[in-house]
């Protein structure tokens, strides 16, 4: 049920919203999840016509992690790391792979982004996926396409409402300020 809210009412604000089926990648058997990514952290995504249909072939999600203070064992940070969805050999059989980034600062604080792991996660049986268990919804469906936001007509009518309302109250108040 909640998952449904927040879809629904993410795709009424924003238009779409991203949707990943992921398990836990150390328990063999887990149980099966949907994890939501806000548009916003959708930052990248690559399509492609395999065998005649056209499949995410690449999604870059933006994520934040808590990782453990290298200095006190007490605290921890929120650190920014990059899930790339890939599909490898797409000439062939195609293979879903994972690979995470971290964010992470050299001695001048520069921030750059270093490569942590790569894994394959498998369907329950141990078969490997043949596409990117990601999708977009939108307003009109299942689709990779950018959709125009449902509630952008009443958004506009609404500030249109304001600024109208704001330019009757001035025209009051500078016609009553000579009196």
């Not at 399509?47 to 007490?74: C, H, N, W, Y």
């Not at 996660?121 to 141990?126: E, L, M, S």
């Not at 299942?142 to 125009?148: A, D, G, P, R, S």
Request: hydrophobic letters at 35%.
């Amino acid at each position: 049920d909640s998952v449904a809210r927040e879809v629904v009412r993410e795709i009424l604000i924003e238009g779409r919203v991203g949707l990943y089926v992921d398990a836990p990648p150390d328990q063999e058997n887990a149980t099966p999840y949907i994890a939501l990514y806000y548009v916003e952290n959708v930052v990248n995504w690559r399509t492609k016509v395999i065998k005649g249909v056209e499949q995410l072939v690449m999604v870059v999600l933006r994520e934040s992690v808590e990782q453990p203070d290298a200095e006190d064992e007490f605290e921890s940070e929120m650190v920014c790391q990059y899930r790339v969805l890939r599909l490898i050999d797409t000439d062939t059989t195609p293979r879903f792979v994972v690979d995470i980034w971290t964010e992470d600062e050299d001695d001048n604080e520069d921030v750059f982004y270093r490569y942590q792991s790569t894994f394959e996660p498998r369907a329950i049986g141990g078969k490997p996926f043949s596409y990117i268990p990601f999708c977009f919804a939108t307003p009109i469906g299942v689709t990779n396409e950018i959709q125009k936001i449902p509630l952008i007509d009443l958004i506009e009518v609404n500030i249109s409402h304001y600024q109208n309302s704001a330019d009757l109250e001035h025209g009051r108040h500078f016609t009553a300020l000579p009196t």
